[in-house]
């Protein structure tokens, strides 16, 4: 049996999770999650944009929503996805496991820190110094494909169901459109699936 692949992406500083941070009834935020030098973010009027999987892979329309998804990738960063072929009731299963895991006792979630020289895990990514601004946000970050390149510490000690729908056997959003993709994204190689599950408690 070959030995498990070891890849790095990169390293983050151990930092105080935002939940703990909470629970000590802070009476102002600390600096640290503070941007005074960032301007108030302007809320606009247009809607988000919407990609439409079923028109990106049939060829009468391909050209026209690789515009749209041009488009949101440059001007947004993100866009909605529809017509993708997972169900409503597998995208609030998943959701419903997600918080599940954020709501666990402390001491659960401990099990999951991240490691030093290690970003995978509980925790925030690409913390590099004491100084750096940070988001109000815990992460979980977790490679899940390929298969030889999950951490073999992180996945078994993941809670049911939830460890199960990021495991081997576990059905994912993926799985329901596996036989979709059409020729445009059979032309793209698979390559390392990762998920970031965030958490953004109240302040």
Not at 29 to 54: K, M, N, T
Not at 109 to 128: I, R, T
Request: proline content about 9%; charged content about 25%; glycine content about 6%.
């Amino acid at each position: 049996m070959e030995p498990a692949k070891s890849v790095s992406l990169g390293s983050s500083l151990l930092v105080p999770s935002v939940q703990d941070l909470i629970k000590t009834q802070l009476g102002v935020v600390p600096s640290r999650y503070l941007r005074p030098d960032q301007d108030q973010p302007i809320v606009f009027d247009a809607d988000v944009p919407i990609v439409d999987l079923e028109k990106l892979i049939d060829e009468a329309t391909m050209d026209s929503e690789l515009a749209v998804l041009h488009s949101a990738c440059k001007d947004w960063g993100f866009f909605q996805l529809v017509n993708h072929g997972v169900s409503p009731a597998l995208l609030e299963n998943m959701k419903t496991q997600v918080q599940e895991f954020f709501n666990l006792p402390m001491e659960e979630k401990q099990k999951f820190w991240q490691s030093p020289g290690d970003v995978e895990g509980f925790g925030h990514l690409f913390v590099v110094s004491e100084e750096q601004k940070l988001d109000w946000a815990d992460l979980f970050f977790l490679v899940t494909q390929p298969p030889d390149l999950r951490k073999p510490h992180l996945l078994p000690k993941l809670p049911l169901p939830f460890s199960q729908s990021t495991g081997p056997n576990g059905q994912s959003p993926k799985d329901e459109t596996r036989g979709n993709e059409g020729h445009l994204l059979r032309e793209h190689k698979a390559g390392n699936e990762d998920q970031l599950l965030p958490s953004v408690p109240g302040a």
